[in-house]
């Protein structure tokens, strides 16, 4: 079985929008390559997405409504889980123009360290890695930009 595989049967299964919508996106965000970040398991396959279970707003109640199949999108994070893959939040991270691994974005400790950027300019996003093997000098001049900006 691959996670292909695996997100597939959960589309087939899935009978509202928001889920199917949902499970669309986290098949448009498996990267195989895994992370670059320092301090992950490096050998895993890496899949973005939003695992909560899906709900829609219910006006009348002012409250959110666990859809029908709403439970379909926390069970497929953990199978892919149990089939070795590393689940992460799609806003918390992106994925590395040059290299195709993955870093965060948003912290998830006081003394994180952001591993890659992006240089707004050219619409590029690259992992330290990267940059570090950029020998332009823009590769220089986007560290210092964002550096200055952040
Ligand atoms: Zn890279």
Not at 95 to 99: G, T, V
């Given at each position: 079985?691959?996670?292909?595989?695996?997100?597939?049967?959960?589309?087939?299964?899935?009978?509202?929008?928001?889920?199917?919508?949902?499970?669309?996106?986290i098949g448009e965000n498996i990267y195989p390559a895994g992370f670059c970040?320092?301090?992950?398991?490096?050998?895993?396959t890496v899949i973005l997405g939003n695992w909560n279970a899906t709900d829609r707003y219910d006006a009348l109640t002012h409250r959110r409504i666990r859809l029908s199949d709403g439970e379909l999108v926390p069970r497929l994070q953990g199978i892919l889980e149990k089939m070795g893959c590393l689940i992460e939040w799609i806003d918390a991270c992106t994925?590395?123009?040059?290299?195709s691994r993955v870093f965060r974005t948003e912290p998830d400790s006081y003394d994180w360290q952001a591993f890659g950027w992006s240089d707004l300019d050219k619409a590029?996003?690259?992992?330290?890695?990267?940059?570090?093997?950029?020998?332009?000098?823009?590769?220089?001049?986007?560290?210092?930009?964002?550096?200055?900006?952040?």
């Open positions: 079985m691959t996670p292909e595989f695996v997100i597939k049967v959960a589309k087939r299964m899935a009978k509202n929008r928001e889920t199917k919508i949902r499970l669309r996106e970040e320092p301090g992950y398991d490096k050998g895993k994925r590395c123009d040059d290299c590029e996003t690259k992992c330290g890695d990267c940059w570090a093997n950029d020998d332009s000098e823009d590769g220089d001049q986007a560290h210092d930009d964002m550096h200055q900006a952040g």
